[in-house]
């Protein structure tokens, strides 16, 4: 869909600032017009929910936009099928839950099997019908207890724990590979200069290294895309494929763009959103594929961030997008040109996935691991330190 922009009118637009009214980000008004005011209100949304800030409303805003309408407890929440149900009071749902212990998986704001689940078993315990359905009486018992239980974030907790129990062995894990773009969307692309490539292209050639190399260490790989798809697979086909092959760890490659060819560095994304919530794997994941692309490459550091974005919300394994360097910029790409570039590139992110199955006090130094040694290392059974 064509995203609504300021200037425009209608319906649409009217229901925008409703939702935006509710959430007390813009005063109320019977107007129509996507005005300076509500391009503001939009910002702010986008921000609070850790989206792309662009003031406009595309898919992914106006899905976020919707599911912000429903307040914990408007309304009587169940496992619908097969269209489940979407929105902030599910998320507020999940996140009581979870502080008090209860599986709902992460909280993505959908009423699926598992937080079904952990309603039933919720209800179980407090002597409610299990019926997996939150209405009035589970809400009233959820109010009662959800103040007196207090803890961290215990869905962060188990899927640290997934991992550490499943021990450092690459041989076996799943890991899938998300080349960006592709098809009718070629991402970045730079007119003129050495490197015609697109942003496409070039993050689909480091994904075949990458597969190469994690391959050859054991490693069960599969890319999202291939070379040259006919159209560009949206973001939560690709999130659905890891999803399904129950991929151990999910890496989408992309390469930044900015008007000024000055911007330069690689940055790695992670789940998060602006009140905190965070994926710790997810985190982690994400510090060691910066931190050793950084050293491995002496790219610019531009750190790690958290995103609210649905490859990274909606993956239920820990999820990193990276955009390594800029096309843009006429330093990084002549880099990026160069194929040895590009396998230190892939190295550093080899050593990432490794690192990331090591329990964290028996991790490594960065820059440390020989991945041509991984195969022999890991068919020994010996752990790197
Ligand atoms: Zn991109």
């Not at 003031?55 to 805003?61: I, P, W, Y």
């Not at 919720?122 to 939150?134: A, I, W, Y």
Request: with cysteine.
């Amino acid at each position: 869909m064509r995203p609504i922009r300021p200037g425009d009118r209608g319906p649409a637009v009217t229901e925008i600032r409703t939702v935006l009214t509710g959430l007390d980000l813009l005063p109320p008004s019977t107007a129509d017009e996507f005005d300076l005011a509500t391009e503001r209100a939009v910002r702010a949304f986008q921000q609070s929910r850790g989206l792309s800030v662009d003031g406009r409303v595309g898919a992914e805003t106006w899905r976020a936009l919707d599911a912000a309408r429903w307040r914990l407890g408007a309304r009587t929440l169940y496992h619908a099928v097969p269209e489940p149900l979407a929105g902030e009071d599910v998320r507020s749902l999940q996140e009581r839950l979870l502080e008090m212990g209860y599986d709902t998986g992460r909280a993505d704001a959908i009423y699926g099997v598992r937080t079904s689940r952990a309603v039933a078993q919720f209800q179980r315990e407090v002597g409610l019908k299990p019926d997996g359905s939150c209405g009035p009486y589970t809400m009233g018992a959820l109010r009662r207890l959800g103040r007196k239980v207090v803890g961290g974030r215990p869905q962060w907790l188990r899927e640290s724990d997934a991992i550490r129990q499943s021990g450092p062995a690459l041989v076996g894990r799943t890991v899938v590979i998300d080349p960006g773009h592709g098809g009718t969307d070629p991402g970045v692309v730079v007119p003129d200069g050495p490197l015609r490539w697109t942003e496409a292209d070039l993050v689909h050639d480091l994904a075949s290294r990458l597969e190469g190399r994690l391959a050859a260490a054991g490693v069960r790989v599969q890319l999202t895309r291939g070379p040259t798809p006919e159209t560009c697979l949206p973001d939560v086909d690709r999130v659905e494929l890891a999803n399904s092959l129950g991929a151990d760890v999910f890496i989408s490659l992309h390469t930044d763009g900015h008007a000024n060819p000055a911007a330069d560095g690689v940055a790695t994304y992670h789940y998060g959103t602006d009140n905190g919530v965070t994926s710790a794997t997810g985190e982690r994941l994400a510090g060691l594929v910066q931190r050793e692309i950084v050293a491995r490459t002496g790219l610019r550091d531009c750190r790690t961030h958290a995103k609210a974005w649905d490859l990274l919300r909606l993956t239920r394994m820990p999820a990193v997008r990276v955009e390594v360097g800029y096309l843009t910029s006429p330093a990084d790409r002549a880099r990026l040109v160069d194929p040895r570039f590009r396998d230190r590139v892939v190295e550093a992110i080899v050593a990432a996935v490794q690192r990331m199955f090591f329990p964290v006090e028996r991790d490594v130094p960065t820059g440390s691991i020989d991945v041509s040694e991984l195969r022999a290392v890991v068919a020994a059974g010996a752990v790197v330190d």
